[in-house]
């Protein structure tokens, strides 16, 4: 019987998960402004959609809007 698939996590919810722990650490405060979209495709090495839908995780759970 073949094992069950173990689902990796999509670019953008590692981008997310790692700006959750910015925010939650404090190394982002309430008020703080995100750096810019360009800025994070350059810090993550990421493309425009995943640093896209990892705010959009973000807003969805109430972390910035």
Request: charged share 30%; net charge negative; no cysteine.
């Amino acid at each position: 019987m073949p094992s069950p698939r173990i689902r990796q996590p999509r670019v953008a919810e590692l981008v997310a998960s790692r700006l959750r722990d910015d925010l939650l650490t404090g190394r982002l405060k309430e008020g703080d402004v995100l750096p810019s979209q360009e800025a994070l495709f350059a810090e993550f090495g990421v493309s425009p959609p995943a640093v896209r839908e990892a705010i959009h995780i973000l807003e969805s759970d109430g972390l910035i809007s």
